[in-house]
């Protein structure tokens, strides 16, 4: 079995291996640690000097970054957890975003920062967040998060080794132990993949149903580990409830374009978008404000399912509490439909 | 006391301290008629800093400069017509009129108007030219208000940990917009610098001679020794910030316009019939590509300026 983890660190591997021009950035990433979720583990040991451990200065570390991509080179920065994103928030939105366009497409910042995001260790409220949602719809910047399903070190590799603008790659870290084997899950669902016209790396959008099932009566649209929390919500909810969904979930999600889910909500004519995100403006809102503009009246039902609007607790059952779950999904997909 | 140099590399350097002034002075005093867009921070009074640290400037060096970038772009050959352009928005400028005065990109020249934001993006270059073994180096411009953020000390304390070929060239005219240092920095400048290891002189001069000899011992450093330094120049701007934000007082610039104008002090060494013929031509020139750009088109409106970034259902389109 590869888990996921091992897919993004075999990734970064052959990253290394196939460009002399990718170097490795972060906190704490050399051997024997291998950063604090080991993705980057072994790494130093094969390519000491591309592999580099750098002070706790993460605003630096995505300028660097930035001039070193604006340079030629191909690098990668780890920011350690996802909430201290809020640390590089000038250097994205001022500089590595902006440069591109700014400049009159006169240079390239082909930068990607990989972070985990997510919840469910118990790290509490600055340790847990899905902070991606604040730099979704940053002109220029490119937001991929990859889910349970496909090959998250191929979305990983190519990115960092093909793509043209600065990147942030957000790792949801519940995701780190599931298996990326694909055989099983194509037993029990159908699996469209689709590319969507604005990437230019490999980052798909799934499309997915479970084998066999009658016509879909709802769509729901997630990804990250929210991808997985669904897969499991929509066996139970065909197999007990007889509600039978068609999953959507992008990689990419920013530059935003999905029209499979515009598609799929307009034969469903309801839609549940499910977040790890906190509510309220987040992701869902920019999915439900742009399937209304595309749909209108024909859609029936649109719900979304996100994190509460409170930070995240520590304690497991507060936690529990407000996070999104394969519970909390099924009951909000029962009452749809 | 600054190197003997021939007449004619005198009458080359003069020639760049007048280019800036000039410029500058053609920005002011358009301003209030209306062709330029947005705003502007000019280099007035600090033309020897840029003028004298390029001198040392080889083929393929890198700039990234500030909001107060126009004086480093021309000492660095930019095109007065494309900056020209440029502020006036216009689709020959610099960067197309989407940059405007403190968004520049040419060649290996850049600025941006973030303050301290550039100096890590800076020092990443500077790393990659070293990784790269191409011997470039990047010159990397702050002011001493830039001292108040952050990110200038998480970059200081990188470059030396990884030993960066950059040189931080911190032009302290003494005021950050209306703020003196005197309110805004605490401590010694130079200990700052000092603290993290870094080769730093300091000069309080606006002669060019004198600061292009103390940033050729600082370059001939970073180039010998793949290291970085930082070159303080203690300086005087002797505009606004901005536009018409002087809280100076009148005398207090006067008395500053007197003792530190790089044209007068450098002028010394031409004679003065050589001076008013330099200052004759570079009018024409700057008068010249002021007029060109003043006739050259706005930017074409693009339905999808986005480009690549540019989304939206299909059912819309």
């Known amino acids: 079995m590869t888990t996921v983890l091992e897919s993004l660190n075999n990734a970064l591997y052959q990253a290394l291996s196939k460009d002399e021009n990718v170097i490795l950035m972060g906190e704490d990433i050399l051997s024997p640690y291998g950063g604090a979720f080991k993705v980057t583990k072994g790494l130093s040991d094969t390519f000491p000097g591309r592999v580099l451990t750098t002070p706790i200065s993460e605003a630096a570390l995505v300028g660097i970054g930035t001039g070193m991509a604006l340079r030629g080179l191909r690098p990668v920065v780890e920011i350690m957890f996802g909430d201290f994103i809020t640390l590089i928030g000038d250097q994205i939105i001022n500089h590595a975003a902006k440069f591109n366009w700014m400049y009159n497409h006169q240079v390239e910042v082909p930068l990607v920062i990989r972070t985990p995001m997510g919840g469910r260790r118990g790290y509490g409220p600055t340790h847990s967040q899905s902070l991606e949602k604040l730099y979704l719809g940053t002109p220029g910047l490119r937001t991929l998060s990859p889910s349970f399903i496909g090959d998250p070190g191929r979305i990983l590799m190519d990115v960092i080794l093909n793509g043209h603008q600065p990147v942030l790659f957000a790792e949801n870290k519940s995701l780190y132990n599931l298996s990326t084997e694909w055989e099983t899950l194509r037993k029990e669902f159908f699996i469209q993949e689709i590319h969507p016209k604005n990437a230019d790396t490999y980052s798909p959008t799934y499309v997915i149903s479970i084998q066999g099932a009658p016509e879909a009566n709802l769509t729901i649209a997630s990804y990250g580990y929210m991808a997985d929390l669904t897969r499991q919500a929509v066996l139970e909810l065909a197999y007990q409830y007889e509600i039978f969904v068609e999953m959507i979930i992008p990689s990419q999600l920013s530059p935003f374009d999905y029209p499979e889910i515009v598609r799929s909500t307009k034969r469903t004519k309801k839609l549940l978008i499910v977040e790890e995100g906190n509510l309220t403006l987040g992701w869902g809102a920019e999915v439900v404000a742009r399937t209304i503009e595309s749909l209108g009246s024909q859609i029936e039902s649109i719900r979304r399912l996100a994190s509460e609007d409170t930070p995240i607790p520590a304690s497991r059952p507060l936690e529990s509490s407000v996070l999104p779950s394969v519970e909390s999904i099924i009951e909000a997909a029962r009452s749809m439909v | ?317």
């Not at chain 2, 934001?117 to 010159?139: C, D």
């Open chain 2, 1 to 317: 006391m600054a190197s003997i140099v021939d007449n004619t590399v005198n009458i080359n350097l003069y020639q760049r301290l007048c280019q800036i002034r000039t410029f500058e002075e053609t920005v002011l005093e358009n301003f209030p008629k209306g062709v330029f867009f947005g705003t502007t921070h000019t280099y007035l009074g600090q033309e020897a800093n840029a003028v004298g640290v390029f001198d040392t400037m080889e083929p393929g060096d890198i700039v990234f400069s500030n909001h107060r970038c126009h004086g480093h772009f021309l000492a660095y050959g930019g095109d007065m017509r494309a900056l020209f352009a440029e502020m006036m928005g216009k689709s020959t400028g610099v960067c197309g009129g989407r940059g405007g005065s403190q968004h520049l990109q040419w060649r290996d020249f850049y600025s941006n108007g973030i303050q301290g934001g550039i100096l890590p993006i800076a020092t990443g270059m500077a790393i990659a030219e070293k990784k790269k073994e191409s011997h470039k180096i990047v010159y990397v411009f702050l002011g001493d208000g830039t001292l108040g953020e952050g990110v200038v000390y998480e970059s200081l304390n990188i470059a030396s940990l990884w030993q960066a070929p950059i040189l931080f060239v911190l032009e302290n005219n003494r005021i950050a917009q209306t703020t003196p240092i005197e309110q805004a920095i605490a401590g010694e400048i130079r200990a700052r610098f000092e603290a993290f290891g870094i080769n730093t002189e300091e000069l309080d001069s606006s002669d060019v001679l004198e600061i292009r000899d103390r940033a050729r011992n600082l370059v001939k450093y970073i180039r010998e020794q793949n290291a970085p330094a930082v070159l303080i120049l203690n300086t005087y701007r002797f505009g606004p910030h901005s536009k018409g934000d002087d809280t100076r007082k009148a005398d207090e610039i006067d008395s500053i316009r007197e003792t530190r104008d790089p044209l007068i002090i450098h002028g010394a060494r031409i004679d003065a019939e050589k001076k008013s013929q330099i200052r004759n031509e570079m009018i024409a020139k700057i008068h010249e590509a002021f007029e060109y750009a003043l006739a050259d088109p706005f930017p074409i409106i693009e339905k999808n300026p986005g480009g690549l970034f540019s989304v939206g259902f299909e059912g819309q389109r």
